[in-house]
């Protein structure tokens, strides 16, 4: 079974519309973190956001929000007022258990487009 | 700039040759870890070295290798290439105690193999 899924292959949102960027996950461990990368089309990976799992309010950075749901296990990405800018590849993350040092494992995308 | 230096970025190398690349970690990072991303594909994790030893395996070939040095720098070597090992692989390096943005990416190195 995949760990981590993101089941929008691409979305379309016009400029300064709000976007939602859906991830579930499947985890048995108690401590998690869940991340989000933008990987525009120069190819950088470039962290957006992180949640831990024990973390009790949903995590902001500027315009990026992480709606955390975990008895649901998803962790939907919310991309306030889009800029054209945003148009990337978005994966979602998750690292299992709270030891340091531990691979993360990757979602297959959503490519997101923002259109004028 | 991350702080993670790959080398090379670009890498075009027939099937069947062999080629190294290699990843420095941000400073004071003692684990590295290797992806590959190929086309349409999410990040697969190959090998994590943590302080010169091996932490963890993923998805790596036999015909992959890779080591970490005393240096902390790390070199993934892949052999016997064929033309699926086509791909953008990138290294990441985190810190050693938990973190949330603790992982930072190289730019990649994007093999081309024809």
């Known amino acids: 079974a995949q760990k981590i899924t993101q089941t929008q292959p691409g979305m379309f949102v016009q400029e300064k519309e709000a976007v939602t960027l859906d991830c579930t996950y499947d985890?048995?461990?108690?401590?998690?973190?869940l991340f989000w990368y933008k990987q525009p089309s120069s190819g950088e990976m470039i962290f957006l956001i992180y949640?831990?799992?024990?973390?009790?309010q949903n995590a902001t950075e500027g315009r990026y929000s992480l709606n955390f749901q975990k008895a649901r296990k998803s962790a939907n990405l919310v991309i306030s007022a889009s800029q054209l800018g945003d148009s990337a590849m978005y994966f979602c993350?998750?690292?299992?258990?709270?030891?340091?040092?531990?691979?993360?494992?990757f979602g297959k995308g959503t490519t997101l487009s923002v259109s004028s | 700039d991350s702080g993670v230096t790959q080398t090379p970025k670009h890498l075009i190398t027939a099937t069947g040759q062999r080629v190294t690349l290699r990843c420095s970690p941000r400073?004071?990072?003692?684990?590295v870890y290797w992806y590959q991303q190929s086309l349409d594909q999410g990040l697969q994790f190959l090998i994590q070295?943590?302080?010169?030893?091996?932490?963890a395996k993923g998805n790596i070939l036999e015909r992959f290798s890779a080591q970490q040095f005393p240096d902390l720098h790390s070199e993934l070597n892949l052999s016997s290439l064929e033309l699926g090992d086509s791909a953008l692989y990138f290294c990441?390096?985190?810190?050693?105690?938990?973190?949330?943005?603790?992982?930072?990416f190289g730019s990649g190195t994007r093999l081309t193999v024809v």
């Open positions: 070295y943590y302080n010169g030893e091996e932490r």
């Open positions: 993350a998750m690292r299992e258990g709270s030891q340091a040092g531990t691979a993360l494992i």
């Open positions: 400073s004071g990072d003692l684990s």
């Open positions: 985890t048995s461990d108690q401590s998690y973190g």
């Open positions: 990441a390096s985190s810190v050693s105690s938990p973190g949330d943005d603790g992982y930072t």
């Open positions: 949640q831990g799992s024990y973390d009790e």
